[in-house]
C-alpha cells in the first residue's frame, strides 16, 4: 500500500479530541456531570482526532466513490441508469416516509393505494393477470416466483422437482431453485446464443415443473424461439419462468405475458430506476398468470365494500409472507413515480434508446474487440478479451485500465458461458457524447494492448489503491478499523 493510502486512514495522534468541556473561573466542570449518562471515563481503542480531522476524513472518502451521477455506469446486467431526483423527493414526502407499518388501514390509504395502482401499472406494462410488490430484490422475487410454482403443482398433486435452466442465466436463478426443494438441470445454448430447443425438448417431462429462462439474456439478446419454448413447456404440464431483470430492453414494445410467461420477476431498481447496489433497498415485484394468481403471498391490497382499501391475509392457497410488512414501501413509491412522469410513450423511448445505445456500442467496438456472439443486440453487448490475448492483456486488465481514464469498468467475466467477457450496458440515460468517450477510451486502451501491453497489465495507476492482492483480500478482508499496536 502506498505511504498516501495509510495516511488516509491511520490519522490518530494521542491527545487530539472533538470536544472540550467548559471552565468556569469557579471550579472545572465534571465531564461526568456535563455529559451525564452519555459520558465515558474511557474510549479504549478510538481514533483521536479533531472534529475537522474527522469531516476532512470522511469527505474525502466520498469523493473516492463513483456514482451514476457523474458519468456512464455500464456493469451489463445490472442497469445502472439514472435515478431522477423527483423520484426522491416524492419518497421523502412526510405521508410517505413517516408511515408506520402498524398504523391502522384508515391512516395509510394513500400509501395503499400506491401499492394497489402500481401492481396495476405493472400488470399493464407486462402482461401479467397480478402482482405481489413484497420481494425486496431480484433473487428474492426468483424465490417467491418459484414457491408459487411449487404450490401450484402441489395443488394439483403433481409431484415435479425438475428445473430447467439455460447456461447463459443469472446465477441467482439456480439458488433459488435449490431452496424451494427443485433439482436443476442445465439447457444449453445454441451458436447464435439463444436456448438450445433440441436440448429443451431431449429434458422435457412430467417431473419438470417449470424452466426458468432470461429475456433477454445475459448475452443481451432476445429469445427469438420463447413463443415455440412456451409451447413446449405447456404441453407437458411445465410452467414458464421469465428472469424479468432485463425487462429496460422490453418497455412499451413487448409484454411477457403475451407470449406465454407464468411466473415474471422484475427488479424496480432497475428498470424503473430506483436506488440499486450496496445491499440497500431494492424491490423485485413477482407478476403472475391467471391460473397462479391464488398463491401470491400475503397480504393482498383489495378494494373493500364503499370504495376503501384493506390488506386481505385470509387466503388459503396463498404461499405466505416472504417479507417484513408490506415490501419495501419507499422503493415502491420511487417506482411509481417514474412510471407516472414517463408515461407509455417515454416507457417505449426507454427500450428504444437502450437498445439503440448497446448496438451504437456493438458497431464501434467490433473492429478491435472480439463479438462472440455477432448479431443485433437488446440492451446490453458482451466482448471478449480474444484479440487482446496472445499480448498477455486479459479482461481484468482492460477493466482496471479503463479506471485510469475515469470510467467505472463494465461487468467482467460474466456470462460464464462466454470465455474473458466484457459485459457492457449503457442504458437509455447516456448522450451520444458520453457514448463517443467511452469508445475513444476503449479503442486507446485496444492500441496500448497492441502497442504496450505492459502498460494495460499493470493498470491502474490513478486511483487511490493499485494493485490488491485479491487471493489475501477473499482470504483475509479487513473488514474493520483497528488501532495500531503500541
Known amino acids: 500500500m502506498k505511504l498516501q493510502e495509510k495516511l488516509i486512514f491511520e490519522k490518530s495522534r494521542p491527545g487530539r479530541t472533538g470536544y472540550?468541556?467548559?471552565?468556569?473561573?469557579?471550579?472545572?466542570?465534571?465531564?461526568?456531570?456535563?455529559?451525564?449518562?452519555?459520558?465515558?471515563k474511557d474510549i479504549p481503542e478510538f481514533p483521536e482526532l479533531s472534529e475537522p480531522e474527522v469531516i476532512r476524513h470522511f469527505v474525502n472518502l466520498s469523493k473516492l466513490n463513483y456514482s451514476i451521477d457523474e458519468g456512464l455506469y455500464p456493469l451489463g446486467s445490472c442497469t445502472m441508469k439514472y435515478n431522477p431526483k423527483i423520484n426522491e423527493k416524492v419518497a421523502a414526502m412526510?405521508?410517505?416516509?413517516?408511515?408506520?407499518?402498524?398504523?391502522?388501514?384508515?391512516?395509510?390509504?394513500?400509501?395503499?393505494?400506491?401499492?394497489?395502482?402500481?401492481?396495476?401499472?405493472?400488470?399493464?406494462?407486462?402482461?401479467?393477470?397480478?402482482?405481489?410488490?413484497?420481494?425486496?430484490a431480484g433473487a428474492h422475487g426468483e424465490l417467491t416466483g418459484m414457491l408459487m410454482v411449487k404450490a401450484y403443482h402441489d395443488s394439483r398433486g403433481e409431484n415435479r422437482d425438475i428445473v430447467l435452466i439455460p447456461d447463459s442465466a443469472h446465477g441467482t436463478n439456480p439458488s433459488s431453485a435449490h431452496i424451494c426443494g427443485l433439482h436443476v438441470v442445465q439447457i444449453a445454448s445454441n451458436e447464435r446464443g439463444g436456448l438450445n430447443i433440441e436440448d429443451l425438448g431431449k429434458n422435457l417431462s412430467p417431473k419438470v415443473a417449470a424452466l426458468m429462462?432470461?429475456?433477454?439474456?445475459?448475452?443481451?439478446?432476445?429469445?427469438?424461439?420463447?413463443?415455440?419454448?412456451?409451447?413446449?413447456?405447456?404441453?407437458?404440464?411445465?410452467?414458464?419462468?421469465?428472469?424479468?431483470?432485463?425487462?429496460?430492453?422490453?418497455?412499451?414494445?413487448?409484454?411477457p405475458g403475451d407470449f406465454g410467461v407464468d411466473v415474471l420477476h422484475i427488479n424496480l431498481h432497475k428498470t424503473f430506476s430506483t436506488p440499486h447496489g450496496g445491499g440497500g433497498p431494492g424491490a423485485g415485484p413477482v407478476g403472475v398468470a391467471g391460473h397462479l394468481e391464488k398463491f401470491r403471498p400475503v397480504p393482498i391490497v383489495e378494494e373493500a365494500p364503499g370504495g376503501t382499501l384493506r390488506f386481505n391475509v385470509n387466503r388459503l392457497d396463498s404461499i405466505g409472507?416472504?417479507?417484513?410488512?408490506?415490501?419495501?414501501?419507499?422503493?415502491?413509491?420511487?417506482?411509481?413515480?417514474?412510471?407516472?412522469n414517463m408515461g407509455p410513450e417515454?416507457?417505449?423511448?426507454?427500450?428504444?434508446?437502450?437498445?439503440?445505445?448497446?448496438?451504437?456500442?456493438?458497431?464501434?467496438?467490433?473492429?478491435?474487440?472480439?463479438?462472440?456472439?455477432?448479431?443485433?443486440?437488446?440492451?446490453?453487448?458482451?466482448?471478449?478479451?480474444?484479440?487482446?490475448?496472445?499480448?498477455?492483456?486479459?479482461?481484468?486488465?482492460?477493466?482496471k485500465r479503463l479506471m485510469d481514464y475515469g470510467f467505472h469498468p463494465p461487468t467482467i467475466y460474466f456470462p460464464l458461458i462466454v470465455g474473458g467477457a466484457l459485459m457492457i450496458e449503457p442504458t437509455e440515460s447516456e448522450p451520444l457524447e458520453e457514448l463517443d468517450r467511452f469508445i475513444a477510451t476503449m479503442n486507446t486502451i485496444a492500441d496500448e494492448a497492441e502497442t504496450n501491453p505492459d502498460l494495460v497489465k499493470n493498470a491502474p495507476y490513478t486511483?487511490?489503491?493499485?494493485?490488491?492482492?485479491?487471493?489475501?483480500?477473499?482470504?483475509?478482508p479487513v473488514l474493520r478499523w483497528k488501532p495500531a499496536a503500541k
Open 321 to 340: 409472507k416472504v417479507k417484513g410488512f408490506f415490501g419495501n414501501f419507499g422503493i415502491i413509491v420511487r417506482a411509481y413515480t417514474y412510471i407516472l
Open 20 to 40: 472540550e468541556v467548559p471552565t468556569t473561573t469557579a471550579k472545572p466542570i465534571d465531564p461526568a456531570a456535563y455529559f451525564g449518562k452519555f459520558y465515558r
Open 213 to 255: 429462462i432470461t429475456n433477454p439474456s445475459t448475452l443481451g439478446l432476445f429469445e427469438e424461439e420463447i413463443g415455440t419454448i412456451a409451447k413446449m413447456l405447456h404441453d407437458v404440464g411445465a410452467q414458464l419462468y421469465m428472469d424479468g431483470a432485463n425487462m429496460n430492453a422490453l418497455l412499451g414494445k413487448v409484454r
Open 346 to 399: 417515454g416507457l417505449k423511448a426507454i427500450a428504444e434508446t437502450a437498445v439503440l445505445n448497446a448496438n451504437y456500442l456493438r458497431v464501434k467496438l467490433k473492429p478491435r474487440f472480439n463479438l462472440p456472439y455477432d448479431r443485433i443486440c437488446m440492451h446490453e453487448v458482451v466482448f471478449d478479451d480474444k484479440r487482446q490475448a496472445p499480448k498477455g492483456v486479459s479482461t481484468l486488465n482492460i477493466a
Open 463 to 476: 486511483t487511490p489503491v493499485l494493485k490488491l492482492d485479491e487471493a489475501r483480500a477473499a482470504r483475509t
Open 94 to 136: 412526510e405521508g410517505f416516509c413517516a408511515a408506520h407499518p402498524y398504523w391502522p388501514e384508515r391512516q395509510v390509504q394513500g400509501c395503499m393505494r400506491i401499492i394497489k395502482e402500481l401492481e396495476e401499472m405493472l400488470c399493464e406494462i407486462t402482461g401479467m393477470s397480478a402482482f405481489s410488490l413484497q420481494p425486496a
